[in-house]
């Protein structure tokens, strides 16, 4: 009897799980349908069908609608969602006290979410959170976006609070906040990758207060990871009251990780403001990242305003370092075919009465090119430029003290880096100098007036690869088609993408750019053959044919 009790239940809970949704299986090729709130709360709440596939039919209103985030520490959510471009909107879950908080929990590998728009989330969690997933855990994620409110008190993203996995053709609107006593970070789209960002985008606002305060507009730390044709446009704020503050336009920290092709908009602030009796106050603010540490970039550029500033007011010795620059405030890794077109400011000031030091460095490109706790990790900066202006000042109270302040059109303090090839607009900056301190290692570096710099031989003397010359390579890395126009701008930022070749506009020699490459496969290893493959498919085919088509004779 009890055995047949228990068979009963079985098939009663069977049936249970298989009339739940709409329509489906949960089958790959027939997937349960969530066609209603209904639908999604049973997806909630039965973790046994967190490997199964599921589509979304409609738009979903979840205003009012209690709903806790699919999968957790206990069972992570490793099956398939297909949003089918379809919006949730009003997504509402205040768990201050959870961690992997959204939509989605705790997101493990072979998951795929893809196509899904939320719209107007208001997400409260612990640590670990965003709109969509608090922890993608190896998944891969496609053709999403969120807006509205993420907040924390650590590791808040956008999108996704930190990615082992993939996010890809990925946006975010949303503004992101955290706040906490001891450590915190937030990025307008991950808080931290660890794995690949390719194709992604961030408008919103992200601030930052903490004992130690990371903030990037689009991930606050690039640990390992790599983040490629993406870019962020929203404010950046750091503020630290205890240690350091970290904030970059596009990340605050490239921790061993690789940046290609990105570029950020947004205005950056760094403010370590210390009234304790700490030993040391750090801010970093970047144009485009806050600290490169053993990273690279590369083909990036930086538009907005960095500002860094850090203080201290205590009884006993103390040390304040602020660093500011248009590409990067601090270096010790490499950074190439990068430019800078924001302005640039770091202070630090320390009333102490005891022998203390304050350090600021502003360079149009890299602030400090050296490392602060490893004086001996020294940074690389080649082929890149500078037009904006820097600026920075140091203020002590003591006569026992030391102030140090270090400014460069190019590199504010070098301590034993290398600088190579690179310029800065000695009209637009002010700045007579390549660097603040003179040392390190600088070959061929030049300030120049403003027509001199918006003149190709300028660079390509010096062995800088552009559009329409092959003595300095093939990659075609930079475009300046007119002389005394404009700066040079990245071959992959024109503003047409068929545009291959000068003259600008899209006619004969881009046909003929295009011929060159005509059925190549290996677009994905050598950075999209040149620009020529136009649907990013790997291979230059019909289909590009079918776009360049389209803009024939299409000026810029």
């Known amino acids: 009897m009890k055995t047949a009790i228990i068979v009963v239940a079985g098939i009663l809970s069977l049936q249970a799980t298989v009339c739940a949704y709409t329509d489906g299986d949960g089958t790959t090729t027939n997937p349960y349908k969530i066609s209603s709130t209904a639908d999604l709360v049973q997806l909630v709440s039965t973790s046994a069908d967190w490997d199964k596939a599921f589509v979304l039919t409609t738009d979903l209103d979840l205003t009012g609608v209690a709903l806790s985030p699919i999968g957790n520490w206990g069972k992570a959510f490793a099956g398939v969602f297909d949003g089918g471009g379809f919006t949730l909107s009003h997504l509402t879950m205040n768990l201050p006290n959870a961690e992997n908080v959204g939509l989605f929990g705790l997101v493990r590998s072979p998951a795929v979410i893809q196509r899904i728009r939320l719209e107007n989330v208001s997400i409260v969690g612990k640590s670990y959170i965003g709109a969509l997933a608090g922890w993608n855990e190896g998944g891969a994620i496609m053709n999403c976006s969120a807006s509205g409110l993420v907040s924390g008190a650590n590791a808040g993203g956008g999108l996704v609070g930190v990615n082992e996995g993939t996010l890809s053709h990925c946006f975010c609107t949303a503004a992101v906040g955290t706040s906490h006593s001891s450590r915190s970070q937030a990025g307008g789209l991950a808080a931290t990758n660890y794995g690949d960002i390719s194709d992604c985008y961030a408008y919103g606002s992200v601030t930052v207060s903490g004992y130690t305060a990371n903030a990037g507009g689009l991930a606050a730390i690039n640990d390992h990871g790599t983040i490629v044709r993406s870019y962020a446009t929203g404010a950046v704020q750091a503020n630290s009251t205890r240690d350091s503050a970290f904030a970059g336009g596009l990340a605050a ?213 552009f559009v329409g010359e092959t003595a300095n390579g093939l990659d075609d890395v930079w475009r300046l088609c007119d002389n005394g126009a404009k700066y040079p701008d990245f071959n992959w930022n024109r503003a047409i993408a068929a545009d291959f070749a000068c003259p600008d506009g899209v006619a004969y020699e881009d046909f003929g750019y295009l011929a060159a490459r005509w059925l190549r496969t290996d677009c994905q290893t050598t950075g999209g053959c040149g620009g020529a493959d136009l649907d990013s498919s790997g291979q230059v085919n019909p289909a590009d044919l079918e776009r360049f088509v389209d803009v024939w004779l299409a000026v810029q």
């Open 253 to 465: 920290l490239n921790e061993s990780g690789t940046i290609d092709r990105c570029y950020a908009q947004g205005d950056v602030t760094a403010s370590c403001l210390i009234g304790s009796a700490a030993s040391a106050a750090w801010s970093s603010a970047g144009g485009l990242v806050g600290y490169n540490r053993k990273g690279m970039i590369t083909r990036s550029y930086a538009t907005g305003f960095a500002n860094s500033e850090a203080s201290a007011t205590a009884n006993n010795e103390i040390n304040c370092w602020s660093s500011a620059g248009g590409i990067a405030a601090d270096n010790t890794g490499t950074i190439s075919d990068c430019y800078a077109m924001g302005t640039s400011d770091a202070s630090s000031s320390v009333i102490s009465p005891m022998p203390s030091s304050a350090w600021s460095s502003c360079g149009g490109v890299v602030g400090r090119n050296r490392g602060v706790v490893v004086a001996t990790e020294l940074g690389q900066v080649s082929a890149c430029y500078a037009t904006g202006t820097a600026a920075a000042s140091s203020i002590i109270s003591s006569a026992g003290s030391a102030a140090y302040t270090y400014v460069g059109g190019v590199i504010g303090e070098n301590g034993g880096g290398t600088v190579q090839r690179c310029f800065w607009d000695v009209d637009s900056s002010s700045i007579a100098q390549v660097t603040g301190d003179g040392a390190g290692t600088i070959t061929d570096v030049y300030g120049k007036t403003t027509p001199a710099m918006q003149t190709r031989s300028t660079y390509t003397d010096l062995g800088w690869d």
